[in-house]
């Protein structure tokens, strides 16, 4: 059993930074892949950024590379996700996901894996990028 809680949203201005965290607890994620996705209002929820927990690979959607950076601090059992340049867009309820290395080959997968995959779920952060 793993729990994860996220923290670290809240109001930005466009163009300026958060940093996200996610927490785990109940057990290490020594042996898990874990990544950022989001959901705005009316959209479905997508992949932003994935990582492995044995070599480290990272996948970032698109829409995010090159403005946000995801890692991890195995020694805290804790996944970051650096956000900068942020755009109205970003606007969205950020979820932490963590999925066994073992269900998934590459963190592209896992980000484009369904909801029901994931073996477990934060509550999610509110990010809001807005004048």
């Known amino acids: 059993q793993v729990q994860l809680v996220e923290s670290g949203g809240g109001l930005v201005q466009p163009g300026g930074s958060l940093r996200l965290s996610c927490a785990a607890s109940?057990?290490?994620?020594?042996?898990?892949?874990t990544g950022w996705f989001r959901q705005a209002p009316g959209k479905e929820r997508e992949g932003v950024s994935c990582?492995?927990?044995?070599?480290?690979?990272?996948y970032y959607a698109d829409s995010v590379k090159g403005r946000f950076t995801i890692s991890r601090d195995n020694a805290k059992n804790t996944v970051y996700l650096q956000m900068n340049s942020l755009k109205p867009e970003d606007t969205a309820v950020y979820y932490c996901a963590a999925i066994l290395d073992l269900r998934i080959t590459t963190p592209q997968v896992m980000c484009a894996a369904t909801e029901d995959d994931m073996d477990y779920w934060g509550k999610g952060t509110l990010v809001t990028v807005s004048s």
């Open positions: 990582i492995s927990s044995s070599d480290g690979s990272i």
């Open positions: 109940g057990s290490t994620l020594d042996y898990y892949a």
